[in-house]
């Protein structure tokens, strides 16, 4: 079991995704990205490699938000951050990322990327607001043909954008 950030008002916590999770995982994913959805098995697959960090935000029994990372090497990924648009804005988003810096530091990253559609920009104010900067941009990436923003944050103590607050 995960320590939990959030904030104690919330009455939610923050573990680690489980086989038992994918289900209702793979749901908010269906409802949250209907033109891009994750199938059910990619999860299954995705929190059984020994390379990745999968975390749920649990509220009163239901899964409201689920993020994941890739770590291999000096470079972390963000592979899926969500969390159910009812229960945006309450801190969910930002302590999940929070965890997988953390972890992917331990694992020993020094850094971590992430991309995110050019038109979202509530996503990329997350990001801003927790030490990501635009790295590159890559034209037309998605099937609907929105560019692809990839953004980068050091994971190194002493670098610029590895703190935030
Ligand atoms: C993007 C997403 C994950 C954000 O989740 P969230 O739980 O709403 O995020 P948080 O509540 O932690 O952060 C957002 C709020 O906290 C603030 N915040 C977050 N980190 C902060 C920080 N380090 N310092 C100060 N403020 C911060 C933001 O300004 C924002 O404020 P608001 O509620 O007034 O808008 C969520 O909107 C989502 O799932 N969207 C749909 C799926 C998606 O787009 N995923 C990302 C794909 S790349």
């Given at each position: 079991m995960l320590h939990s950030e959030l904030p104690?008002?919330?009455h939610a916590i923050m573990r680690e995704m489980t086989l038992h999770d994918v289900e209702a995982v793979h749901t908010a994913e269906l409802s949250l990205f209907p033109a891009d959805a994750w199938p059910l098995e990619m999860f299954f697959a995705e929190i059984q490699h020994p390379t990745r960090a999968y975390v749920v935000i649990e509220k009163e029994g239901e899964i409201v938000g689920y993020a994941g990372a890739m770590c291999i090497a000096d470079t972390a990924d963000i592979q899926t951050i969500a969390v159910l648009p009812q229960y945006e804005g309450q801190g969910y988003g930002r302590a999940m990322l929070d965890f997988l810096h953390r972890e992917s530091a331990q694992r020993g990253a020094q850094r971590i990327l992430l991309e995110v559609r050019a038109d979202n920009l509530r996503a990329q104010n997350l990001y801003h607001l927790n030490g990501y900067r635009q790295i590159h941009c890559r034209a037309?990436?998605?099937?609907?043909g929105v560019d692809a923003l990839i953004m980068e944050k050091s994971l190194t103590l002493n670098s610029p954008g590895a703190t935030h607050d």
């Open positions: 104690a008002v919330a037309g990436y998605y099937n609907d």
